[in-house]
């Protein structure tokens, strides 16, 4: 089966509602490829190994977290950045981005889909009287040592994560957010987590964790983030009936 690109943007806009949020790119469609969708590849970042592999498979679209024309960056099209576009450009493969909306959504997003994968059934603003926070807070259903959550992050992320803290105390009020999103710590301690779970560390993160008595866990910004587009390209070939395959460029940081 097929859909139209213009159905498939106007299912995802009203599905992530990114006008609900102040973003650092354009969420939607940033390049334009054929009309009609059969193949839809997602990944995290639209880097040129995920766009040379989808178009490899033949994909018609590439949905993704991470895309282009970031604030602050070089507006010219030129080196990197180019052979990026000319390649979509030359297979007629449509990119569409979502960033913090892809975070955000309730059931699909990547902090949704990574607090189930932690064992959190519930997820709870972590600053409720923030517009437009990210950050999640939920409770596991009992006490276990830090150690044991971590273990279980790692077999999911397929990577050892970062931890600041004691492994063998316990910890069940759960602070989270994806991505680089270390500067959450803070409204963790505050809203009383035992532990805070993200994708980056700063240095000062390590002071914070502490001297606050707060378990600190950097899993991986790409790490933490492979699950909610993967989330919403099932969405989308169940809802459409296309072919989705998610194809992961691996990244340390």
Not at 172 to 193: D, P, R, S
Request: aromatic content about 6%.
């Amino acid at each position: 089966m097929t859909t139209s690109l213009l159905e498939l943007q106007n299912h995802l806009d009203l599905l992530l509602e990114p006008d609900r949020f102040n973003d650092y790119c354009p969420n939607g469609l940033q390049v334009e490829g054929k009309s009609r969708i059969s193949r839809l590849v997602t990944g995290v970042t639209a880097s040129q190994a995920l766009v040379d592999q989808a178009v490899a498979w033949g994909a018609d679209a590439i949905l993704v977290h991470h895309g282009y024309f970031w604030n602050g960056e070089n507006q010219v099209i030129v080196g990197m950045k180019r052979r990026r576009v000319k390649a979509l450009l030359t297979a007629d493969v449509s990119l569409l981005a979502y960033h913090l909306p892809l975070d955000a959504h309730p059931e699909l997003g990547n902090n949704a889909c990574l607090g189930r994968l932690m064992g959190l059934e519930e997820a709870l603003p972590l600053e409720p009287d923030v517009i437009g926070g990210l950050g999640c807070i939920g409770t596991l259903p009992s006490a276990l040592p830090a150690r044991l959550l971590i273990e279980r992050i790692a077999q999911f992320t397929r990577r050892q994560p970062l931890h600041i803290g004691d492994g063998e105390s316990p910890v069940q009020k759960v602070a989270w957010c994806t991505g680089a999103a270390q500067n959450y710590l803070e409204a963790a301690v505050a809203a009383g987590a035992d532990i805070f779970v993200t994708g980056e560390i700063s240095e000062q993160s390590v002071h914070i964790a502490r001297e606050e008595g707060v378990h600190f866990v950097s899993a991986g910004h790409h790490a933490t983030e492979r699950y909610g587009v993967q989330a919403v390209g099932a969405h989308l070939a169940e809802k459409f009936g296309i072919e989705h395959h998610f194809i992961d460029i691996d990244n340390p940081v």
